[in-house]
Nanobody
């Protein structure tokens, strides 16, 4: 399963961006998708995740009330709507998906290539 993340860019403090993560590949079932943030020189950490079946979501405390994760199962796409952006939100955002590949009959844990978000002060 391949993941393609997009939507990053340069935005001013207080601005908004929407990231997209599109899954493609052989027949598969994705159970959860997460968005992870990695600032320069720091470890990668999850900011939001979603269970595709139930729609249940989780958020890091740092983004609660500002970020919204959602999915469009028909398009194999998960979005991260980011509002009220702060300079500390700057970094590369990666999407990660866990699921099961029907074609290979195995579980998978895939990462997208990352998309850069820069929030200017």
């Amino acid at each position: 399963v391949q993941l393609q993340a997009s939507g990053g860019g340069l935005v001013q403090t207080g601005g908004s961006l929407t990231l997209s993560c599109v899954a493609s590949g052989s027949t598969f079932n994705i159970y959860t998708v997460g968005w992870h943030h990695q600032a320069q020189g720091k470890e990668r950490g999850v900011v939001a995740d979603i269970e595709l079946g139930s729609g249940h979501t989780n958020y890091a405390d740092s983004v609660k009330g500002r970020f919204t994760i959602s999915r469009d199962n028909a398009k194999n796409t998960v979005y991260l709507k980011m509002n009220s952006l702060k300079p500390e939100d700057t970094g590369v955002y990666y999407c990660n998906a866990g699921g099961y590949s029907i074609s290979s009959r195995s579980a998978f844990n895939s990462w997208g290539q990352g998309t850069l978000v820069t929030v200017s002060s």
